[in-house]
């Protein structure tokens, strides 16, 4: 599961009951994690204090005596250096209403005990995937480029997932919280490609990623002679006090109503949250036009009250 030129995935497991962490910990070691075991709240709040930054993933145990899995989720939530960690609540409760309580204190990952081998590992493999995309951000916040701050307008034509992630991280830098803008924004870019340019369907994305090879049936895709010269564009402007970026795609559209708030009953697929995400974590708008390939998303540069004096 991990490339032999990237460092091992590290994730820590905590659950109450020896047997659900044991076989936790045999499926996991097996795909290629490294793992940790907690046995309750507490033990799982010191490994985080202690070595929070060593892990690429928490899955948390929602029900457990003492310190329960939502008061640690909401203890990470408040912390700096911990809120960013992606958490895979196990639960036994799958009722949307104990899903959509999960979600607002920050679990966009979910099982249901008991659970199914390829599911959790499409489960975890998401939740790691978000958490590494979140650190190259970072490292690509941290690179200056000068002259970048005098940019009014620029246009892009981009076609491939690299491509997204530099095109978004450039974008990035001319906004006050880099990492939560490149973040919603290469989600978006990368929707316009897979769903937008590739036709690639909630289903068949749902199907890529329990098998483990979302990526290369991603890059296989575009190598086909009737996708090989598509391309996504990009405007972005800064406009009173705004970042505005627009993306559009060569795609028919889709219901894009369905997926501006996160539903509940997505909360045990592998993909399905990535718009929600980004809206609620990384623009002050989210706005599809049309059929749905064409979206803007409005990030705010300014504070709000320089905004509405119209600085």
Request: no cysteine.
């Amino acid at each position: 599961m991990t490339g032999s030129n990237k460092p091992q995935p590290t994730l820590l497991l905590v659950d109450d009951e020896p047997f659900n962490l044991e076989i936790l910990a045999e499926h996991l070691t097996e795909a290629g994690y490294a793992v940790e075991l907690a046995s309750d709240g507490e033990e799982a709040w010191n490994w985080l204090t202690r070595a929070g930054d060593s892990f690429d993933a928490v899955l948390l145990d929602r029900m457990m005596p003492g310190l329960n899995g939502m008061e640690v989720l909401k203890r990470m939530q408040a912390h700096p250096q911990l809120s960013g960690l992606p958490v895979v609540m196990q639960t036994a409760v799958g009722s949307p209403e104990a899903v959509r309580e999960g979600m607002e204190a920050g679990a966009y990952y979910y099982l249901t005990k008991p659970f199914e081998r390829d599911m959790l590992l499409a489960i975890v493999a998401a939740a790691v995937a978000q958490h590494r995309a979140r650190r190259s951000v970072k490292q690509a916040a941290a690179q200056p480029l000068d002259g970048l701050a005098m940019l009014s307008e620029a246009r892009f034509q981009l076609g491939t997932l690299d491509e997204a992630q530099r095109v978004a991280a450039l974008l990035g830098k001319l906004t006050p919280a880099p990492e939560r803008t490149v973040l919603g924004l290469t989600e978006l870019i990368v929707n316009a490609i897979e769903h937008g340019n590739l036709g690639v369907g909630y289903a068949e994305k749902k199907a890529m990623m329990q098998s483990g090879r979302w990526r290369e049936e991603i890059e296989a895709l575009q190598q086909q002679p009737e996708h090989v010269d598509k391309r996504v564009k990009i405007v972005a402007r800064r406009q009173d006090g705004r970042l505005l970026v627009e993306i559009e795609d060569e795609g028919d559209g889709f219901d894009w109503n369905r997926f501006l708030d996160f539903d509940p009953a997505r909360a045990f697929d592998p993909n399905g949250r990535g718009i929600s995400m980004a809206r609620a974590m990384s623009f002050e708008s989210l706005a599809y036009q049309g059929a749905g390939n064409v979206v803007i998303a409005t990030i705010l540069l300014a504070p709000p009250e320089q905004v509405a004096g119209g600085l």
